[in-house]
Nanobody, 127 residues
Framework: QVQLVESGGGLVQAGGSLRLSCVGSGGTLSRYNMGWFRQAPGEEREFVAV??????????AYADSAKGRFTVSRDNAKNIVYLQMNNLEPEDTAVYFC??????????????????WGQGTQVTVSS
């Protein structure tokens, strides 16, 4: 089972940017659907973005809240998945997690379909 470690979170002012990284070990990330989710205190884990496994075309999808501001990408040589977040808003404050899964394309927005998770990285956006 692939192991995942997120990094890159921090404190940023509204309108700022952060790039989150998800480093994989014990498996090749391009073979998995790699999803980014976030979870605010007292809230359920929420889908943010996904880059599908290479065998499914490596296409991307975003939550409406992330469209136009966030970009998910993958560096196959480094076995890292990134989430570039621009124009951040206070509502983006949460712990961000990356997950790896082998589910069908129709299920990539469902957190329960991911089989490996990182420990999360905190993103705090001040107003």
């Amino acid at each position: 089972q692939v192991q995942l470690v997120e990094s890159g979170g921090g404190l940023v002012q509204a309108g700022g940017s952060l790039r989150l990284s998800c480093v994989g070990s014990g498996g090749t990330l391009s073979r998995y659907n790699m999803g980014w989710f976030r979870q605010a205190p007292g809230e359920e884990r929420e889908f943010v973005a996904v880059i599908r496994r290479s065998g499914s075309g490596g296409t991307t999808a975003y939550a409406d809240s992330a469209k136009g501001r966030f970009t998910v990408s993958r560096d196959n040589a480094k076995n890292i998945v990134y989430l570039q977040m621009n124009n951040l808003e206070p509502e983006d404050t949460a712990v961000y997690f990356c997950g790896a899964g082998s589910q069908a394309m129709s299920a990539v927005t469902l957190s329960r379909m991911y089989t490996s998770w990182g420990q999360g990285t905190q993103v705090t956006v001040s107003s």
